[in-house]
């Protein structure tokens, strides 16, 4: 390693090392662990890694929940097979990690979107400029260069909530990130290894994720055509890139044919979520079946470049996601349409640079001007496969990922050509980069404490407590609160806004995907606690929520291995536990809340963790009645003791009184 290399890494490494640090803030979460179980959106990759153990491609139904596509009565996800397989060696050690691999799993990922982001920017610099000496400035650049990559950019965002979607979406991108990298070392110095590698790091992309997985393999024809266009012809390194993208291609064909019998596309007619969300029975209804189309690029090229796609927020962390989605164009229904960040507000230096790249690739000579521009387009087609979906969301943003850091590196490496490295350009580009910091953090934050199965009110309490002491530290008033009889609509507010209902009846927020979802609750609106003691062999009342039809009966009966219990409705009965032990007290508590898919489901909790759930058609608040005849043949009152808890709202009246409102 020459000295401008030893240069050039030691800048990189600090811009890592920086952007590290910001991303291991948001991704440790409020338990400060990077082994957190995130809920079933955490499982998938282990269950199918446990299924590739026991030689299947089906997972327990289960295991998927409403993600799972049936096929032939088996259950199958629709992720590629490689971040289960990398999960592997840990799989064949412990089970004791099942389900709490995302974290480690999404800092590893992030590692190698760092390297792989500095090794293709060591590559493009030697594409563009391979004889220039490297200066104070172009190094200062380099690793704002990587902060930005690694935390002023979307991929901060996706650490805020380690799920599968945000898991797949970040390997996607690094990834792809390493596969340019290849590609570019083939064109700069054709050779037999680095078609290997490049068709090797192609396969795996492209079975992590597919859309920016195409990107490479267009990138490897690009590679092709600009080889082949040389003389002498290199026939064995063409048949190489041909190969790597034919077992690129076929390996993703293959392995959807196994699981759903097609080649192509997603059955989304047979996934679990298609036979009750209602949403996306009216999106499959309106658009023949499918929620893929031409029909939706208008839209999405408005999502994805729109300039105002970013909002404040009441408190603390001050920016986030924009108020509103975008403006559907033209007359077509949308599976899921969020208010989302747009690349230019989550990542706007990236975007500067790749407008520059751009310009520079057309002013170069001959085959390095084709084959840029080839490369560019190449990873603009990994955004490409988003545009034609029905579903907008900030995720996505990631499959552009690869483009921005390929034309981030080409953008810089223009801009030192043309000598731009003085300290204005050095302090714009940490300006801008802070931006995305600033947005991305802010958003990922306040998805991360406010959406989510595994966000209960406690942890959305102790947020806003937290918030409104930053406000009291700052000299600010509560901002964003409103007080009422009901709960008002959450149309126009943005995430995070609060209200409250009656006297501190319940202290609501907009979470990140514009619902209202509970940070205190009592009695009066949908929660109550309290403790049980004793039992009896025959199904007992412990309590009635709600009236006539659709009440919903909370029963005890006694088992050998203890108190069992069960929700009822007219509708069916849903049993959970564990068991409580015969004599033991335990602290029970059943709430009213909505769902994912805008159903109002009931649910029971026992010392604290979630324990069944049942679909119901309303929401009881405010008509709980504890050891009461529920008037049934064969179910008789609670023979023993049933004490009600007091749920008090803290955070609630402090906020009420700082802000006037009692």
């Keep these: 390693m020459n000295r401008a290399q030893r240069q050039f890494v030691r800048a990189t490494l600090i811009g890592s090392l920086i952007a590290l640090a910001l991303d291991l803030l948001l991704l440790v979460g409020p338990e400060a662990s990077l082994t957190t179980d995130p809920g079933l959106l955490g499982g998938f990759f282990d269950a199918q890694g446990r299924a590739f153990l026991d030689g299947r491609l089906a997972v327990p139904p289960g295991a998927v929940g409403f993600e799972g596509i049936v096929t032939d009565g088996q259950t199958y996800e629709y992720y590629g097979p490689i971040l289960a397989l990398l999960r592997l060696p840990v799989l064949l050690v412990t089970s004791g990690l099942d389900q709490r691999l995302t974290q480690l799993s999404m800092l590893l990922a992030l590692l190698v979107l760092l390297v792989a982001t500095a090794a293709l920017h060591w590559r493009v610099r030697g594409w563009l400029r391979p004889a220039a000496a490297l200066e104070r400035g172009e190094l200062a650049l380099v690793g704002v260069l990587q902060v930005a990559v690694g935390a002023g950019s979307v991929a901060l965002y996706l650490l805020g909530r380690p799920i599968v979607y945000h898991e797949t979406e970040l390997w996607g991108a690094a990834l792809a990130v390493a596969a340019l990298w290849a590609v570019l070392g083939v064109l700069r110095a054709p050779s037999a290894r680095g078609v290997a590698v490049a068709g090797a790091l192609a396969v795996l992309t492209i079975n992590t994720r597919v859309t920016v997985g195409l990107a ?39 392995i959807n044919a196994a699981k759903f019998g097609v080649p192509f596309g997603i059955p989304l007619d047979r996934q679990v979520a298609s036979q009750f969300d209602p949403s996306r029975q009216a999106a499959l209804a309106a658009n023949d079946g499918t929620i893929f189309g031409p029909q939706f690029v208008p839209t999405q090229v408005l999502a994805v470049l729109r300039p105002d796609a970013v909002g404040s927020v009441r408190a603390f962390p001050f920016l986030g996601g924009p108020g509103d989605p975008p403006k559907v164009l033209g007359d077509v229904r949308f599976d899921t349409l969020q208010a989302s960040l747009s690349a230019p507000t989550s990542m706007a230096l990236l975007c500067l640079l790749t407008l520059v790249a751009l310009v520079g690739a057309v002013r170069l000579p001959g085959r390095r001007r084709w084959a840029t521009l080839g490369l560019l387009g190449a990873a603009a087609a990994g955004y490409a496969g988003v545009l034609s979906i029905g579903y907008v969301t900030t995720r996505y943003l990631a499959d552009a990922l690869p483009l921005l850091t390929l034309g981030g590196a080409i953008g810089l490496q223009t801009l030192v ?24 953090g802010g958003a990922g934050l306040l998805e991360q404490r406010l959406t989510g199965s595994t966000v209960n009110e406690e942890r959305r309490a102790s947020w806003v407590r937290t918030q409104d002491r930053i406000d009291d530290a700052l000299g600010r008033s509560p901002r964003g609160l409103t007080r009422g009889a009901r709960l008002p609509s959450a149309a126009g507010r943005r995430s995070g806004d609060l209200a409250i209902t009656g006297s501190c009846d319940g202290l609501f927020v907009i979470d990140a995907f514009g619902n209202w979802a509970p940070v205190e609750r009592t009695e009066r609106t949908g929660r109550l606690r309290f403790s049980l003691t004793g039992g009896d062999d025959a199904p007992t009342l412990v309590g009635i929520a709600g009236t006539g039809a659709d009440r919903v009966l909370l029963l005890a009966r006694r088992s050998p291995r203890g108190l069992r219990l069960a929700l009822r409705t007219v509708g069916g009965e849903a049993p959970f536990g564990p068991p409580i032990p015969i004599g033991a007290r335990a602290r029970l508590e059943l709430s009213f809340d909505p769902s994912l898919f805008g159903q109002q489901l009931a649910v029971a909790r026992v010392d604290g963790e979630p324990a069944a759930s049942l679909s119901v058609p309303m929401s009881p608040a405010g008509s709980f009645s504890l050891g009461a005849d529920a008037r049934q043949p064969g179910v008789a009152p609670f023979p023993g003791a049933i004490l009600k808890e007091p749920l008090g709202a803290p955070v609630c009246r402090r906020l009420a009184r700082r802000a006037g409102l009692l």
């Design 417 to 440: 050509g043309a000598g731009r490295t003085g300290r204005g350009w050095l302090v714009a580009a940490i300006v801008l980069t802070a931006v995305g910091v600033g947005v991305n």
């Design 216 to 254: 490479v393999v267009l990138a490897l024809g690009v590679a092709f055509l600009v080889l082949l266009m040389e003389r002498p012809v290199r026939r064995r390194l063409l048949v190489g890139l041909a190969v790597g993208a034919l077992v690129a291609v076929g390996s993703s064909l293959a």
